[in-house]
């Protein structure tokens, strides 16, 4: 007989409040955001009412300690809930990410006692939005040869900004962005800084929107900086040190991105499951065809192993905190694999459905539409295979 006793440290069993904001995430995104979903991605519109909720409900600053306005809860109860948002819409959990981690990370990471009071407290709560920006026109993989420049004014009190970034995700509406950018270009990437920027501030200029093949209710767009004055007190960590700065928020944010890769995963393929025994051809459910099965047991096996890969990156980001080790590596492999097993399953969702799966009658086209991104933002799949084999191969 199996007893309780006996099956302990078997199970990679969730604590009750991480099982509390998983149920929390799933309950809210199946009534609030679900029913939305569609018409946002029609209209492009920013979904700001429910991202305003969200915020309310702790999701804008999950594992931001609460004095600082967030949740207070671990990188597991992050995963839980991004997957659970991003099954109901991608383009609400990419708001959510960059929030949580491209921004407050890396700020919660480098930032002193007031700069976390005056940037976080606002952004974790959800009352304003943050963003994050690195990639430049001519430089998004190759992060460290951007062109904008930041110089310190005579005074030593200001330093003044110019140039052009892109893609910058909720660029349009952001309220304060975590800026990289070069301050002494003869060092390369060690003369790259960090800047907290205040939007509502002259010489900021929101660019144009991009318009895009998924994740359409995510606002993107460029950013320009026209002789803006950045106080010396908004630096982020230390002058010289925003490469590095850029590179810690980057492996928590592809944490996250595995994380809504695997949510829209699963949502194509539950409605593949649910097509598969509904749908008759031939006078039986497609779901009997071993085609159709070889399918199924594919998309199953690649999400359950995507999962197991974003809880090891997740608990590898969790011990990181008392060891200073870097997760670069277990960040990688989860993005790398959940963002080609999001492609994999939401094509095969498309191929099941049939006709119904190219429909926007259906939520599959938007599905395979959306998880695209996965595979390019926050570092390409490419980039992510560098990344692991250089540290394999101890490159770094
Ligand atoms: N943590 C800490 N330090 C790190 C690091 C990490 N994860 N990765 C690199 N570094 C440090 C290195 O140790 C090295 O330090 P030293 O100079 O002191 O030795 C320094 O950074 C330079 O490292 P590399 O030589 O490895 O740098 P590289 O130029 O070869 O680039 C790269 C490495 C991994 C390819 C990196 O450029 C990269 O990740 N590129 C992709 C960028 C990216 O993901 N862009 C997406 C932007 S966000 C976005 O998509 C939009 C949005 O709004 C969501």
Known sequence: MVTTRSMEGISLELSEEQKMIRDAARNFAQKEIVPIAAEYDESGEFPLDTIKKMGAMGFMGIEVPEEYGGAGMDTIAYVLAMEEIAKADVSHSTI???NNSLYCHGIMTFGTEEQKKKWIVP??????????????PMSGSDAGTMKSRAVLNDAGTHYVINGRKSWVTSGPVADYIVLFTMTEPEKKHKGITAFLIDTSLPGFVRGKKEPKLGIRASATSEIVFESY????ENVLGQPGEGFKISMVALD??????ASQALGVAEAAY???????????????????????????ADMKTRIEASRLLIYNAAL?????????????TEASMAKLFASETAMFVTHAAVQIHGGMGYSKELPIERYFRDAKITEIYEG?????????????????
């Open 270 to 296: 539950e409605a593949s499951v649910q097509y598969a025994r509904e749908r008759h051809a031939f006078g039986q459910p497609i779901g009997s065809f071993q085609m159709i099965q070889q399918k199924i």
């Open 252 to 257: 928590a944010g592809r944490i996250g991105i």
């Open 316 to 328: 590898a980001k969790m011990r990181s905190k008392y060891t200073g080790e870097r997760y670069s």
């Open 229 to 232: 004055e950045c106080p010396v």
């Open 96 to 98: 959510m990410s960059v």
């Open 123 to 136: 952004v974790a709560s959800g009352e304003k939005i943050g963003a994050y920006s690195l990639t430049e």
């Open 380 to 396: 390409t799949s490419e980039i992510q295979r560098m990344v692991i084999a250089r540290n394999e191969l101890g490159l770094r």
